[in-house]
């Protein structure tokens, strides 16, 4: 009998279930919510975190995951449901949380950090912590910023017309945007039409040619098979880290003990690990795939990198003029990347001896 049992919890743990978990009902409940699917790394990142809090917390904690719009529809009513608790945990891009905190897009701003080094760095570090408290003070307490991940790779440009190898051959072209200011403006600064087309209809955009270009990840790109519509020209420029923010009811999270909110903290940083790891592992066949099909994928040179940093400086501008907080904002980040860099190489320079 107590060899049937030691089988049993072993393999409860073995399948990540928790074996005390199912022994009694949960405590808590809490309703987690991502607009997205599950071949999503939202989809990904909620798994690793359900299973995590509810076997730290040894069955107290149960997490209910809904998946797509059973809960809310969009970055502002999602934030809402959040903010009066009927929502305890929710993801949203930059654009979906700008209604309510503008100074996310900071995420948006182009050629800021390097590599996913670099981004994991600064998004685990005191850059977070700044936005959390900015984001609390804006909303009267009552929105917890928990943690930055990712939500597809970086976002790089792609068309249906030409090889794009420095800023001048956008030069013209309509890339589609999403109707908000930053993204427009850098498509501006390069020399481009920003056209600002729903996602739904992107794939018959680029048939008819009513938008000839878009800055997409490379997963979306394939998941929408955009090539099939003439999107056949990918540079990987990596303008922007796709930062994903995950946030949870402030009076939720207060209201565990403190032991609690610790499984918690520990399963949103499992949660951002598992979404800094699974673009990466996705991305690798989506690329092959592409140039499979006879896409044409071109990595710029350091000095076309730069090129392309130099002419979009203007949006940093832009933002800090015109963007609430974004002064403020855009010196957090550009102070955590100073910092990631400098320790970053310094652990390189160290461990190629």
Not at 30 to 37: D, G, V
Not at 270 to 294: C, E, H, M, N, W
Request: hydrophobic share 40%; with cysteine; glycine share 10%.
């Amino acid at each position: 009998m107590f060899k049937q049992l030691a089988t049993t919890v072993a393999l409860a743990a073995s399948l990540g279930l928790g074996a005390i978990s199912a022994a009694h009902a949960a405590d808590i409940t809490l309703r987690a919510t991502a607009n997205s699917n599950e071949n999503d790394e939202d989809y990904d990142g909620l798994v690793v975190f359900k299973n995590y809090v509810e076997s730290a917390s040894n069955g107290a904690i149960e997490v209910e995951l809904f998946i797509g719009t059973q809960l809310c529809s969009n970055g502002a009513e999602c934030l809402q449901g959040v903010a009066d608790g009927s929502i305890d945990v929710y993801i949203s891009t930059s654009g979906g949380a700008a209604g309510l905190f503008p100074y996310v897009q900071v995420l948006d701003l182009p050629y800021l950090m390097a590599d996913d080094r670099i981004a994991e760095h600064v998004l685990s570090g005191d850059f977070t912590r700044t936005v959390r408290d900015m984001a609390l003070e804006d909303s009267g307490d009552a929105i917890r910023l928990m943690t930055i991940g990712n939500t597809g790779g970086w976002r790089n440009f792609a068309n249906t017309e030409r090889r794009v190898a420095e800023p001048g051959d956008l030069e013209g072209l309509k890339i589609r945007t999403v109707v908000a200011d930053l993204p427009q403006e850098l498509v501006k600064a390069l020399g481009a039409a920003p056209t600002p087309i729903p996602w739904p209809e992107l794939f018959t955009s680029f048939q008819t040619g009513v938008v000839e270009g878009s800055k997409n990840g490379i997963t979306d790109i394939m998941g929408m098979k955009f090539p099939d519509a003439g999107l056949q020209y990918l540079t990987l420029d990596g303008h922007a880290y796709m930062g994903a923010l995950w946030w949870m009811s402030n009076e939720s999270f207060k209201g565990l003990s403190e032991d609690h909110r610790r499984v918690i903290v520990d399963g949103f940083y499992a949660l951002q690990q598992a979404t800094f790891a699974s673009p990466k592992r996705k991305s690798i066949q989506a690329y092959q795939d592409f140039v499979a099909g006879g896409g044409d994928l071109y990595v710029p040179t350091p000095a076309q990198k730069a090129a392309f940093k130099e002419a979009a400086a203007p949006v940093y501008d832009w933002f800090k003029e015109n963007v609430t907080r974004g002064e403020q904002v855009f010196d957090a980040l550009t102070g955590a990347v100073a910092t990631a860099e400098s320790e970053i190489n310094a652990a390189r320079d160290a461990d190629v001896k």
